[in-house]
């Protein structure tokens, strides 16, 4: 079958922060010479980073007492010392930069009197460092990078193609396969270098702060070609989560001074983290939100049942919440018809980021089980670990992140490129033909057992948001992993019912239901082997952290029978030993 190839030096796989951080990164590093290819299933503006509420934090003050030292200190602590701190060092020295670049961008950012960058307080952050833009920081900062990468020829955005495989042989990069979904066809990208940009997965969880789209494809597609997951079963829940919808509130509320009421009006917050209060890290509030709601002190709502905490804004008063929190403001106005400034919101904590993904080194390039770099392969974003985060993101080191790694990446990337632009690399037909076979004779033509896949998606989110959520025992994450197992193997017996080829949004959902069950899979099995507590990783049978047996990264492997296999590797300790985390 004559197919559509498209050669470039560098592939970009998503077009969010990450994504266009390191497209203009590979532009900037090679003088333009880099042609550049940005594949998304999106169009660009659609990426869930666009949503992104808060904050991105730097240090920018050490002349009011904010130092890199702390920030590294902050963000490791946080991690509940699962981070690299070595990888926590370059980002947190990189900041500083990335919000300057951006800011000669032309990013908006919000000022103080005297001009410079304002920064308000995030959960964790023992200093207020969250660089921000109202409460729309990811709108502006998309568009500030999307406006400057359409100066360059040399980038060629592809929306609305769906990645469906990573081409790999000899543990070279070669480019990937993808069906561009107007035409339902499948085209090869070739490409000297990759950058895996592909966000996180929190659609795997029903209760959700995470755009629709976000199905864990890359995390799926590296898996399925070799590549290990990292760190998956820690999963952050965000606090705030707007009930019933789960749409965010921002934690810049909380920063702004946002307080957390249970139904007997308290701000039991208190008991839990007596200093930081309700700017503790994620983990820390969202289970003792849950603790609250379990021990009968939450409300409740009668039309969806779900239970939840009061979120009072009130006090911050008019003004300011029409500067500094107008998108909250508007978001619960059309969905719960409240008015912050005049009333109480129900909240309550909702899946939100992945502080695991595929795994990287400090560089941002991917690697294999056994340390060796897959060639040409790099990771960026919320797709990849390079070891920040550790067990729990801090609230505004997310965007972060996707910057540095985004930089970073794209330059080598494009230094590799054009080092190995004589290299010759021809189609490889095998892989390419298994995965058109997959698909089309497969998926899409397959007779199937009449299975139905949006069912099977469902249930999969029911059972995450039951048994590997905030709290987690081995009786309910070997009824979760059981449960899986069924949904993988009636996936199956699938049938499509759409046969047509243009927009076909029945096959790219059946694919991503397939790449949501491996995900999820894999959180399961790490979380169920991982018997301690640590982060946003809670056994209620194990409740205690384990440095003993568990100051390690959890490493999945695809099993031969299609199953994850464990491994461990150490954590990179360069400046402090753990300690207890009190806040
Ligand atoms: C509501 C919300 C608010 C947040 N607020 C903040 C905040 O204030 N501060 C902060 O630091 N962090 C925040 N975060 C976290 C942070 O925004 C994200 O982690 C980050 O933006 C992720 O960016 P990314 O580039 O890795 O991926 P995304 O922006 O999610 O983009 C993923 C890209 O990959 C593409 N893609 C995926 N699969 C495929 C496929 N199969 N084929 C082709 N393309 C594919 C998509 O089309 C998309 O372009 C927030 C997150 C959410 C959900």
Same mark, same amino acid.
């Given at each position: 079958?004559?197919?559509?190839? #498209? ?5 970009? !796989? ?9 497209? +203009?990164?590979?532009?900037? $590093? ?21 949503a992104a509420e808060g904050g =991105? ?12 030292? #702390?920030?590294?200190?902050?963000? !490791?602590? *946080?991690?509940?010392?699962?981070? /690299?701190?070595?990888? %926590? ?9 990335? @919000?300057?670049? +951006? ?17 308000r307080p995030f959960g964790g ?10 409460d ?23 929306? &609305? ?38 966000? *996180?997965?929190g659609?795997?969880y029903k209760f959700t702060t995470n755009a629709? =789209? ?6 799926? !597609? ?13 999963v952050q829940f965000h606090p705030t989560g707007l009930v019933p919808s789960g749409v965010l509130i921002t934690e810049a509320a909380r920063g702004e001074g946002a307080i957390l009421l249970n139904n007997k009006g308290e701000r039991f917050m208190a008991r839990y983290a007596?200093?930081m209060m309700e700017l503790a890290p994620r983990d820390i509030v969202s289970r003792a939100m849950m603790t609250e709601i379990l021990e009968g002190r939450g409300f409740k709502d009668e039309e969806s049942g779900m239970e939840y905490i009061l979120e009072d804004m009130r006090h911050i008063?008019?003004?300011?919440i029409?500067?500094k929190l107008n998108n909250i403001r508007e978001l619960a106005l059309r969905y719960n018809k409240i008015d912050i400034i005049e009333q109480p919101i129900p909240v309550r904590p909702a899946q939100h980021f ?11 390039? @991917?690697?294999?089980? /056994? ?7 790099? *990771?960026?974003?919320?797709? $990849? ?7 729990n993101r801090?609230g505004s080191?997310g ?11 794209? &330059? ?46 469902? &249930?999969?989110?029911? =059972?995450?948001d039951?048994?590997?959520g905030i709290f ?7 009824? $979760? ?7 993988? &193997?009636?996936?199956?017996? !699938? ?6 080829? $243009? ?15 491996? %995900? ?16 946003a990783?809670?056994? =209620?049978?194990?409740?205690?952290? /384990? ?13 031969? /029978? ?8 150490? @954590?990179?300790? @360069? ?9």
């Amino acid at each position: 079958m004559p197919r559509d190839v #498209l050669s470039y030096d560098v592939l970009v !796989i998503g077009s969010g922060l990450a994504g266009l951080r390191a497209a +203009l990164q590979a532009e900037i $590093a090679s003088n333009g010479k880099a042609r550049v290819a940005v594949i998304s299933k999106l169009q660009v503006m659609r990426s869930h980073s666009v949503a992104a509420e808060g904050g =991105t934090s730097a240090v920018l003050r050490p002349e009011e007492g904010d130092s890199i030292e #702390l920030y590294m200190w902050d963000t !490791i602590k *946080g991690g509940d010392f699962l981070s /690299d701190q070595d990888a %926590v060092e370059r980002y947190c020295r990189l900041m500083t930069s990335e @919000v300057l670049f +951006l800011d000669h961008l032309g990013l908006p950012w919000e000022r103080r009197p005297d001009g410079r960058i304002d920064q308000r307080p995030f959960g964790g952050q023992s200093f207020p460092r969250a660089c921000y833009a109202g409460d729309k920081i990811g709108f502006f900062e998309m568009h500030t990078l999307y406006d400057n990468l359409l100066r360059f020829d040399n980038v060629d955005f592809f929306e &609305e193609h769906f990645v469906t495989s990573l081409l790999i042989r000899d543990k070279t990069f070669y480019g990937v396969t993808a069906i561009d979904m107007k035409t339902g066809d499948l085209r090869v990208f070739l490409g000297k270098a990759g950058i895996i940009a592909t966000g *996180g997965a929190g659609q795997i969880y029903k209760f959700t702060t995470n755009a629709r =789209t976000l199905t864990g494809d890359g995390y799926a !597609i590296a898996y399925r070609a070799g590549i290990p997951l990292e760190d998956m079963e820690f999963v952050q829940f965000h606090p705030t989560g707007l009930v019933p919808s789960g749409v965010l509130i921002t934690e810049a509320a909380r920063g702004e001074g946002a307080i957390l009421l249970n139904n007997k009006g308290e701000r039991f917050m208190a008991r839990y983290a007596p200093n930081m209060m309700e700017l503790a890290p994620r983990d820390i509030v969202s289970r003792a939100m849950m603790t609250e709601i379990l021990e009968g002190r939450g409300f409740k709502d009668e039309e969806s049942g779900m239970e939840y905490i009061l979120e009072d804004m009130r006090h911050i008063g008019r003004d300011r919440i029409l500067r500094k929190l107008n998108n909250i403001r508007e978001l619960a106005l059309r969905y719960n018809k409240i008015d912050i400034i005049e009333q109480p919101i129900p909240v309550r904590p909702a899946q939100h980021f992945m502080m695991g993904g595929v795994r990287a080194d400090i560089d941002g390039k @991917v690697l294999y089980a /056994d340390g060796t770099w897959v060639k040409g392969l790099w *990771g960026a974003g919320e797709a $990849a670990n390079v070891g920040v985060h550790g067990a729990n993101r801090l609230g505004s080191n997310g965007t972060g992140v996707c910057l540095v790694w985004g930089r970073l990446t794209g &330059e080598q990337a494009a230094k590799y490129a054009l080092e190995h632009q004589n290299d010759s690399i021809s189609v490889p037909e095998d892989q390419v033909e298994k995965e058109e076979k997959r698909i089309y004779d497969g998926l899409l033509h397959g007779r199937g057992g009449g299975e139905n896949h949006y069912k099977i998606r469902e &249930e999969l989110r029911e =059972t995450m948001d039951k048994y590997v959520g905030i709290f987690r025992d081995e009786k309910g994450l070997t009824i $979760a992993l059981k449960k899986i197992k069924e949904l993988k &193997e009636r996936f199956k017996e !699938i049938y499509i019912e759409d046969k047509s080829l $243009a927009y076909n949004t029945d096959l790219i959902m059946a694919m991503e239901t397939q790449n949501m069950l491996d %995900v999820a899979e894999v959180i399961a099995t790490g979380a169920l082997a991982r018997k301690e507590s640590r982060g946003a990783h809670y056994r =209620t049978d194990y409740p205690k952290r /384990d440095d003993q047996n568990f100051l390690k990264h959890t490493l999945a492997v695809m099993g031969p /029978d299609g199953s994850p296999q464990l491994e461990y590797v150490p @954590v990179k300790i @360069v400046y402090w030993l753990p300690v207890e985390r009190k806040y």
